[in-house]
Nanobody, 123 residues
Framework: VQLQASGGGLVQTGDSLRLSCTAS????????MAWFRQAPGEEREFVAG????????VYADSVKARFTISRDNPKNMLYLEMNSLKPEDTAVYYC?????????????????WGQGTQVTVSS
């Protein structure tokens, strides 16, 4: 499976962005998916996760109520709608496919990763 993340860019505080992740083949039938991010000098951190059907979504406290994760299984797509962006959201954002049907906050639960897309929020 190959994952391709896109949609990042340079925005100002308060702006919105929508990240997309395309899977090279159908993975969504049985697998949870998630977005992680990594800022310079920091560890990769969980942002949002979604189960295989899209019925269960979890968020990091830092993005709750601002970010929305969604998926379109027939199109093999994962999305992250990001609103009210803050400078602390600046990072490389990665999409990932879980080993199981549900998402997890632990990076070790994912066995496929996209290459990342840069999000930079200026103050």
């Amino acid at each position: 499976v190959q994952l391709q993340a896109s949609g990042g860019g340079l925005v100002q505080t308060g702006d919105s962005l929508r990240l997309s992740c395309t899977a090279s083949r159908r993975v969504s039938s049985n697998n949870g998916m998630a977005w992680f991010r990594q800022a310079p000098g920091e560890e990769r951190e969980f942002v949002a996760g979604i189960d295989w059907r899209g019925g269960s979504r979890v968020y990091a406290d830092s993005v709750k109520a601002r970010f929305t994760i969604s998926r379109d299984n027939p199109k093999n797509m994962l999305y992250l709608e990001m609103n009210s962006l803050k400078p602390e959201d600046t990072a490389v954002y990665y999409c990932a496919v879980a080993r199981s049907a549900v998402s997890s906050r632990q990076a070790s639960a994912y066995n496929y990763w996209g290459q990342g897309t840069q999000v930079t929020v200026s103050s």
